[in-house]
């Protein structure tokens, strides 16, 4: 299946390797690189690699595996990788792994030598239904995620579900909290769905995972540049980027999703409080998170979390501002919160003071 | 008077100041920073400020003159600052200096939480008729000239010919090197004007200046993101990088414009070699460039030059190609030259064979 985003065509399903040997066959990339981390390098390289029959020379450039290789120190490394290796503008950079391969990969490939191709070939759930659509690339600055990047779409993004029998269930679980979002925000009746299905966080359907490739790539074709709608996806992004931070600088990092899934607790609390979110919407919302990702056990200092929310890209002259839900399957932008009202869904988080 | 370029509208003339003022009244930035080095602080960012009526809080961020603050430390070091002064994507950022300035702070706003706006203020010649058009942006790598960067346009240029006069001779001179280019590449008429009126490297009228950044902003139109006749701009570049490269690693940098002034003569050399240029034309063409900068005194290691030369951005597929000149005036791109013809050239630059 393709589904056309704004930009890059998403390639779904077993045949994406024929698919990319076709195309790759019909270009004439000076050099093709390789990006990937120490797993992806050893699970799914290899089977990538027997396919391309039209592959000629190539390099492998392996960063490790974690949040921590998004930093300027890996990102510059590469750029000398890349230079050593003779890469010139016409050289193809293929990103194998998850969305810390991709983002990464992707910003490389949008300011080496002032933009070289690039393509995605996402490894993990949160990759394939969240960061390798959409253009956005970037790299973490200490506690600070994506603070620095580009918006930049690959010419394609291919998606091998079978590269998720891969993954540590954990991580599966995690991706799980991108795919619930677009529920929240855009579907209810697909938000039931997943819910109905998915209580033990086995891996997904092909037509799961298309269908969250769909909502976000419709959201991203209105909005690239994220004026407007596009901030939707934000959904338990303002607070999850925080506790991501606030773990990662405690050299606790956590999982994307699972900082997502907690920050879509707080933000159901905030909905409820500022958009009126029904009380029993309310309660099954939590209780959807929750059967996933379990009871939240949050232990974190309220002053950092503060401190991280405060510079979320979506604020605006020193306000917060949330994306929040007035009904399960629908997402209001820009709903100006205040401190105190933040704090008070911390501590809701914390269970340090009743709901 | 304004130039529309593709992007960016160009304003030249004493009454910039002014405009920028009455623009940014019209705006609604959450805050404005000013980035400068340590000479444009002293000597050009007083009369701006004194004229901004419309300014109310704003941040200077200052870096080392010269073109090692190009530098991913220098770079990190600026995302840091921005984070620390709480710079939301409405924040506006003024780059106000030399082609080192507009190039990173360009680059810096273009992927500082995947862009925010910016304008230039260009204070050198070499920023005015050449880097702050055209919206190339990036920074070094080492010895590899803007190996890192994006294409992106600032909201405008504000080009204030009174800031020449905080100019040392030398850089009035380098700057001039691009202005011949221009004529070289595009316009044999306003080459010999350049050649008649300018020998002793006093500062351009205004109407050079202006014509100047027309040419570029005609040759960018057809071309953004150097497909095809852009690389027109890159003539005596490909040496002349090369040579940048060499004097910076070894410590003795030397400015981008004289780089290019020797770049031109090599560049001739080869343009004689390979399109045919006359041979009365290349003495032209050799004398205008010496006449203003002097007869070549070239010391630099042959092996060193061709490492850089192979890693130029515009070589595809391991071959050198050139942008050369089969008259004055008019320029051809893509040419392939082979490393012995460039070795000639140098060899030629360094006297040490006959032309």
């Keep these: 299946m393709h589904i056309h985003t704004a930009g890059a065509a998403v390639s779904v399903g077993h045949a994406v390797f024929e698919q990319f040997n076709a195309w790759l066959g019909q270009q004439n990339f000076s050099k093709v690189f390789f990006l990937v981390d120490e797993h992806t390098h050893e699970c799914c390289l290899p089977s990538l690699l027997a396919a391309l029959s039209h592959l000629e020379t190539y390099e492998v450039l392996e960063v490790e595996a974690g949040e921590e290789s998004k930093s300027p120190e890996v990102l510059v490394n590469l750029y000398y990788a890349l230079t050593e290796l003779e890469a010139d503008r016409h050289a193809l950079l293929v ?32 990759a394939m239904v969240d ?3 959409g253009g956005k690339t970037g790299i973490d600055l200490g506690p600070y995620k994506n603070q620095v990047g580009a918006f930049a779409e690959p010419l394609g993004v291919y998606v091998y579900p079978d590269f998720l029998e891969t993954l540590a269930a954990k991580h599966v679980r995690a991706g799980f909290a991108e795919m619930l979002k677009h529920g929240f925000i855009a579907d209810r009746a697909y938000l039931d769905v997943l819910a109905k299905e998915y209580t033990r966080g086995t891996p997904p359907s092909v037509s799961h995972i298309e269908r969250s490739i769909e909502i976000k790539a419709e959201i991203v074709a209105q909005d690239f540049r994220e004026g407007g709608d596009r901030k939707k996806l934000n959904f338990g992004h303002s607070f999850g980027h925080a506790f991501e931070g606030v773990y990662l600088a405690a050299g606790n990092a956590i999982l994307h999703g699972e900082a997502v899934a907690i920050g879509m607790l707080a933000e159901l609390y905030l909905s409820k409080k500022k958009l009126h979110l029904p009380e029993e919407q309310f309660k099954q919302g ?4 929750e059967n996933i990702f379990g009871r939240t056990d949050l232990s974190v200092d309220a002053e950092k979390v503060f401190a991280l929310l405060k510079n979320d ?18 997402a209001q932008v820009d709903v100006e919160v205040s401190e105190e009202e933040a704090m008070d869904a911390l501590h809701f988080l914390m269970h340090t003071k009743p709901a």
Excluded at 286 to 289: M, N, Y
């Design 286 to 289: 939590c209780t959807i998170v």
């Design 131 to 133: 960061a390798s659509v």
């Design 313 to 330: 890209k979506k604020n605006e002259a020193g306000k917060l501002r949330f994306v929040l839900l007035p009904e399960l399957g629908r």
């Design 95 to 126: 990103n194998v792994g998850g969305g810390v391969v991709t983002d990464l990969g992707g910003f490389l490939a949008a300011t080496y030598k002032r933009g070289i191709s690039f393509v995605h070939f996402p490894s993990s759930l949160l």
